[in-house]
């Protein structure tokens, strides 16, 4: 990936580790990626693949047994791990902000949604004055499709679909350039998240802020994103952008597990054909490429080294021996 002088987000060789009773975890293992105003970069992959992680390390959000042991994470070209803690909390929403998995969990049930889109103003923005909080919530909340009369209500009064909306609207408060969405939609039933996804787009349209979709579901991200990065054991895999990867374009073979796991219709039935094995033990991974224990195209040159990301002739790039090895001879005719 080339350096782009216009990206709000920069990841440069980011590797982050975890210290656990086993030992070492390299939970993100030297990823580089960038993001440009107003595009949405999917991460996908299956838990324990690291994304979340890489999440956390851009919020400067790491817990206590996890460190960034390389490279450099800047965004709007502000290295976040060379600020003081007082400098990234101010950072922190204003600049960057989040949106986690669960909502519920997420807003505090005993101070209803009003009171906390006030603390964002109070802390973030103390000069203005009660009448323009009050004006910049209510227009928060019809930008999500919710009435204002629900500032009153705890977040256990709401459904998991306005709560999330609640969430996002949180996020955007403060016209962040970058917004980090990590699983936003996953404890929601189907129509419910396509309406998230919808408001999503809308509202990024509108905002022209940049995005991290983080999904273990690539039909999702497929359907929202820009570009698509797919995350195993640490790495990035395969990346390009998102109409590759709903086309018949030659994938990583984690990446076509991926795909083939997604529910179609065969005759008159739903099948879902799942990836082979089981993901990876990050403390004692295997040498070479870490997928090749589940990988039925897995050779000798797979155990030998760590395959890296190469540029592939349909736009995209993949960490993969094989597909080399197949370029190569298709070259050659």
């Known amino acids: 990936m080339t350096e782009n002088n216009s990206a709000i987000l920069r990841i440069g060789h980011v590797s982050v580790v975890y210290e656990t009773e086993a030992g070492l975890a390299p939970a993100v293992n030297d990823v580089s990626l960038e993001l440009e105003p107003g595009r949405i970069l999917g991460l996908v992959g299956e838990s324990g693949c690291g994304k979340s992680t890489l999440a956390q390390a851009i919020m400067g959000l ?7 042991v390389e490279g450099q994470i800047t965004v709007q070209g502000r290295d976040l791990y060379t600020m003081s803690e007082p400098a990234m909390r101010a950072f922190r929403w204003k600049n960057v902000s989040m949106v986690f998995q669960s ?167 739903f099948t879902i054909h799942s990836v082979p094995g089981s993901p990876p033990d990050l403390v004692h991974l295997v040498s070479g490429c870490a997928f090749h224990p589940r990988c039925a195209a897995a050779h000798e040159a797979c155990l030998a080294a760590a395959p890296q990301l190469k540029g592939v002739v349909d736009s995209g790039q993949i960490a993969c021996f094989d597909i080399e090895r197949k370029q190569k001879e298709e070259a050659h005719g």
């Not at 790491?62 to 960034?68: E, K, T, V, Y």
């Not at 000069?127 to 909080?133: K, L, W």
């Not at 699983?183 to 396509?194: I, K, M, N, S």
């Open 103 to 269: 909502a519920l969990v997420t807003l505090n049930p005993v101070i209803p949604v009003g009171k906390q889109f006030e603390e964002i103003f109070t802390v973030h923005q103390p000069a203005m004055s009660r009448a323009e909080v009050r004006r910049r919530i209510e227009e928060l909340l019809v930008l999500v499709r919710i009435h204002p009369q629900h500032l009153r209500n705890f977040s256990h009064e709401l459904s998991g679909g306005m709560r999330q909306r609640v969430a996002i609207a949180m996020a955007i408060a403060l016209d962040p350039a970058l917004i980090i969405m990590d699983e936003p939609t996953t404890a929601l039933d189907a129509v419910v998240q396509q309406e998230i996804l919808d408001e999503i787009r809308r509202i990024q349209e509108i905002k022209r802020f940049a995005v991290v979709f983080i999904s273990h579901d690539l039909r999702l991200v497929s359907y929202i994103s820009s570009e698509i990065a797919v995350m195993y054991a640490g790495k990035i895999v395969e990346y390009g952008p998102a109409q590759r990867f709903l086309s018949e374009a030659r994938h990583h073979p984690y990446t076509q597990g991926l795909l083939d796991s997604i529910p179609h219709l065969e005759g008159e039935r």
């Open 62 to 68: 790491l817990p206590p047994n996890a460190s960034l």
